[in-house]
């Protein structure tokens, strides 16, 4: 089994990010150990398409709260022009805080931070935070860290990318998914990083469409993920997500990620 990097998951708002993250964490568990990491502050199903609790702390409530964070980040503005705040040293996946990370398994589950009330203010500091927190985070052989981010490209802005070593684009039956990818891969480029692109929620009459659409763009597709009507069930509930019958192709996304 070939060892994946830190994998950005990203995409347009109801392409299907979490549940390509919550599938390939399944998909991963059996050959070894899945953190997922959820950094979009406004996703609040993740946990339970998991199956995971999430942990009794946000990072950003482990490192002292959002107030904290911010006076941190400001200070960093004023002083060098820059978001790039230090709050990490090095650190691997056996010595994460059970405070921030809640394990099932050989999965964990960890939330950046979310926005809880009216008012707040940006999520600058929560991009500042995931920033510096992939960057000093090293992944050992059988590790695998999925980082699911918020909808559409800010977290390129942010600087996210840099602790990653791929990003992958969900792209669902679309045209602003497809220029959303043509973006993200871009910027993907721009920060040396390796891109693909999955597609999400196809049928018979999609795909062949949105193949056509990305090859014009050059974008190689690495997986395929057609659209079930009993995963879509399940998500409604609220429940676990399952789809044995894409474990053949999640095997052949996780290869074609890591070659």
Same mark, same amino acid.
């Given at each position: ?25 399944? /998909?991963?568990?059996?050959?070894? #150990? ?20 999430? $942990?009794?702390? =946000? ?24 978001? /790039?705040?230090?709050?990490? =040293? ?14 099932? !398994?050989? !999965?964990?589950?960890? /939330?950046i931070g979310k926005?809880?009330? =009216? ?8 991009? $500042?935070? $995931? ?10 052989? !059988? ?15 942010? !600087? ?7 990003? *992958? ?10 220029? *959303? %990818?043509?973006? %993200? ?7 040396? #990083? ?31 993920? =057609? ?5 879509? /069930? ?5 429940e676990p997500l ?18």
């Amino acid at each position: 089994m070939l060892n994946l990097p830190k994998i950005i998951i990203s995409g347009r708002g109801g392409s299907g990010k979490s549940t390509l993250v919550t599938l390939l964490a399944q /998909q991963l568990k059996k050959h070894g #150990k899945v953190l997922i990491v959820d950094s979009d502050e406004s996703n609040l199903g993740l946990g339970g398409m998991l199956g995971i609790e999430p $942990a009794s702390k =946000t990072l950003m409530d482990y490192l002292g709260g959002k107030p904290l964070v911010m006076d941190k980040l400001m200070s960093m503005i004023r002083e060098k022009n820059s978001e /790039q705040v230090e709050f990490f =040293t090095d650190s691997d996946l056996d010595s994460l805080s059970s405070e921030f990370v809640h394990w099932n !398994g050989s !999965g964990g589950l960890m /939330q950046i931070g979310k926005i809880e009330h =009216t008012m707040e203010g940006c999520a600058c500091p929560m991009g $500042a935070i $995931a920033h510096d927190f992939l960057k000093h985070l090293m992944v050992g052989e !059988g590790e695998w860290v999925l980082i699911d981010t918020e909808a559409g490209v800010e977290h390129f802005g942010r !600087g996210i990318v840099e602790g990653a070593d791929a990003v *992958l684009v969900v792209v669902d039956p679309s045209n602003d998914a497809v220029l *959303l %990818a043509e973006k %993200a891969a871009k910027l993907t480029e721009e920060a040396g #990083k390796d891109f693909g692109v999955v597609l999400n929620k196809v049928d018979e009459k999609t795909q062949p469409v949105l193949e056509e659409m990305l090859e014009a763009k050059d974008l190689e597709i690495k997986g395929v993920l =057609t659209y079930s009507p009993d995963l879509a /069930q399940t998500n409604l509930r609220g429940e676990p997500l399952e789809l044995t019958s894409a474990n053949d192709e999640l095997d052949k996304l996780i290869t074609r990620i890591a070659s």
